[in-house]
């Protein structure tokens, strides 16, 4: 982490002005309920990550970049999603209605 931290300083200096802040759960609600959401398993129905350990920091800018593959096909999580984050609801009532309940939980 120490050097995912130098490397962010050095970014940081580049700029003429930067501020940092931590938001609290409690003043940034939408965005803990998609954390929550995303981190939700349901069987059967889950998205594709694949993850990869490195035995060492890749921030080095002179190595090509590693990056994670997503597979981001329709998942049980999109119509709640859509509801979190645009309001958005199924123009079907029953779906809507079910979409709803489980929006509460996240």
Partial sequence: MAAYLAHAKRLLSQFERAEVRQIG???NSHAD???????AVEAGNKRTVEVETLQ??????????QLMRLNLSLSWMDPI???????????????ARKVRLKATRF
């Fill in 25 to 27: 759960r409690e003043s």
């Fill in 33 to 39: 309920a998609l954390a929550s959401l995303a981190s």
């Fill in 56 to 65: 060492e920091p890749n921030i080095d800018i002179q190595r090509p970049r």
């Fill in 81 to 95: 999603v859509a509801y979190l984050k645009d309001d958005q609801l199924p123009e079907d009532k029953f779906e």
